[in-house]
């Protein structure tokens, strides 16, 4: 079947041009009509088209019920009221009377018609017991026989039928009329009666109601159903089933696919989605959508910087093992409709961070001794120019035996090899800054003592990080030269830093202590926390890159199971001593 003009060609490749506008098929010449793909109906197209008739079916079965029950309801009515009309005339005394005289007609017709009027009935009939009208509606029919079965009534009941009269259809009832003064003895029949006529009549004012009734309801029924589905259709942006089907898969294979972080708040600050890279860097267990974020557990600093109102950009925050970088934007409408937060793990980054600035210290303090072995160099050979070949030999000894001190009593105390290599580094660091690094003679690290378990990086982070904070307190500032803060006046002591390393009862010390002017009482409690910092901002990005070198401390000891100590050196400054306990794989003690 050609899928342009609709014939079937066999064994023909088809060929389509454009003559005034119009494709035609080569083959047959008939104009070939575009394939158009109908797009499924939307959702809320669907949804309101699915309303719309069911709206449109109830109503519709309410009003044929309605109808149904107002019809039987107006021939109840019918024959209520006309039985009250006919007892009532079978049970007067005046009717009996009449019956009794010599013309029933003259006495009867004009009560009977009276009470017609009245009662809102369509005849009222009184007859003789074989049927002979003296009464009716319509004078001509008086003295004919009655339309009507008569049996039961004089046999002294009263009953209910739907009979053709005179008037036509009509719902009537038919009493006897009984003379107390001959034993109630049936002299008489009564007959009213409401034509179909009127009763349907009756039925039409109602139903015209019941339409108009019904027509309102539908309308707002179906205002109702359009003013929901337009909504639906914002918030689906016209989209059908299978596309929001689509959609949501795509939406939850993206969630666990991303490795960063992604968490999402509503307006009271509960958690409404959180991906597998948000549990895992956040370390939060079990149910967490529709939780506050008070109660995931989290650091108070993290807690508060998910919840601010405000945006946040590559802001560092610490949980117990993680350095994160916290992004966060509010939804459109501010903070009652929540915020969008990512997470990102920067703990390697940091940690290779930190390396690299161990690594540039080290590379500053070769700098530095480079430049001093060049000026000691010239030294020993302008001696040895100047033929004071024993005051050169005796020079560079000098220097030489001092270096291998250092280095003889290091590699001597501390046999790993990455903390011995940053203490000889910082000691050559601090030695630049105008400093002195000594190590105790208890200092003690054999090799192996280290478990498995305890990442060297994590020591590099711990003991460099400390011996750089006691550096900052002791020495000089090394671009201004001026005396850390709360140094004394006058001469002062040369800036010192004493490191402890050693195994003691089952657990690696590690304590640093400097001379400088220590941490006031008022912020012992605070050190460890995020952002605090002694020193001045960063030149041109205040409040950046200060405050989480014992921060990092913190967590590291923690992440290890350890303690971390602050108290008064006996020098005066700073003392900082950290304990990790020193377990194997198996559970035992080295």
């Not at 795509?250 to 999402?264: I, S, T």
């Not at 959180?274 to 600093?301: C, F, Q, S, Y």
Request: charged residues 20%; neutral net charge; proline residues 6%.
């Amino acid at each position: 079947m050609h899928l342009g003009c609709g014939v079937r060609h066999p064994y023909v490749h088809f060929v389509h041009i454009k003559v005034t506008g119009q494709t035609v098929c080569m083959h047959c010449a008939f104009p070939r009509t575009p394939l158009r793909l109908r797009r499924p109906r939307s959702l809320a197209g669907q949804l309101f088209a699915m309303q719309v008739l069911l709206v449109t079916v109830v109503v519709a079965g309410c009003a044929v019920f309605a109808y149904a029950s107002a019809g039987r309801q107006a021939k109840e009515t019918a024959r209520r009221q006309t039985t009250a009309v006919t007892t009532a005339v079978a049970d007067s005394p005046a009717v009996v009377a009449a019956v009794r005289g010599a013309d029933p007609t003259a006495a009867l017709q004009p009560y009977t018609e009276r009470l017609r009027r009245d009662a809102g009935v369509d005849f009222v009939v009184v007859m003789a017991p074989d049927g002979t009208r003296w009464t009716h509606p319509e004078p001509d029919a008086i003295g004919r026989t009655y339309l009507g079965h008569t049996g039961r009534a004089l046999h002294g009941e009263t009953f209910a039928e739907t009979h053709l009269g005179v008037l036509g259809p009509s719902v009537r009832v038919i009493a006897p009329v009984r003379d107390p003064a001959h034993g109630d003895r049936v002299v008489a029949l009564v007959s009213s009666g409401i034509t179909i006529a009127t009763i349907s009549e009756q039925l039409r004012n109602q139903v015209l109601a019941l339409l108009g009734v019904a027509a309102a309801a539908l309308a707002l029924g179906g205002l109702g159903t359009y003013v929901i589905n337009a909504r639906l259709r914002r918030h689906t942006h016209g989209m059908n089933a299978a596309e929001l089907s689509r959609m949501h898969e795509y939406h939850q294979a993206a969630l666990h696919a991303v490795r960063e972080g992604l968490l999402m708040l509503d307006g009271g600050r509960r958690v409404s989605l959180i991906n597998d890279g948000a549990r895992e860097l956040l370390g939060v267990t079990g149910v967490a959508v529709g939780r506050p974020v008070a109660e995931l557990g989290l650091p108070a600093p993290l807690a508060t910087a998910l919840t601010a109102p405000g945006p946040l950009r590559d802001a560092l925050h610490l949980t117990d093992e993680r350095v994160l970088v916290v992004n966060s934007a509010p939804v459109s409408g501010g903070e009652h409709r929540g915020s969008v937060i990512t997470l990102r793990d920067h703990t390697e980054l940091q940690a290779l961070s930190g390396e690299l600035d161990s690594v540039r210290g080290f590379a500053e303090a070769l700098r530095s001794q480079a430049h001093e072995a060049a000026n000691r160099l010239h030294t020993v050979v302008s001696l040895i120019e100047l033929g004071r070949a024993d005051e050169a030999v005796e020079f560079a000894t000098a220097e030489l035996e001092l270096a291998q001190a250092l280095t003889d009593q290091v590699v001597g105390a501390v046999a790993e090899p990455v903390l011995a290599a940053l203490l000889l580094g910082k000691a050559a660091q601090a030695n630049e800054h105008g400093a002195e690094l000594v190590l105790t003679a208890d200092s003690r690290i054999d090799d192996g003592l280290l478990p498995p378990d305890l990442p060297a990086r994590d020591l590099v982070t711990v003991l460099g990080n400390l011996i750089d904070n006691a550096l900052d307190a002791a020495a000089p500032d090394a671009t201004s030269g001026a005396a850390p803060p709360g140094a004394p006046d006058g001469p002062a002591d040369p800036p010192k830093v004493t490191v402890t390393a050693r195994s003691d009862g089952g657990e690696l010390l590690l304590r640093v202590a400097d001379n400088g002017p220590g941490v006031p009482e008022e912020s012992a409690a605070e050190i460890f926390r995020r952002g605090w910092s002694s020193k001045p901002p960063t030149a041109g990005a205040p409040g950046r890159g200060r405050g989480l070198g014992l921060a990092l401390v913190q967590q590291a000891v923690r992440r290890n199971g350890g303690t971390v100590a602050l108290d008064r050196a006996p020098d005066g400054g700073a003392r900082f001593t950290v304990r990790l306990p020193l377990r194997t794989t198996d559970g035992d003690t080295p």
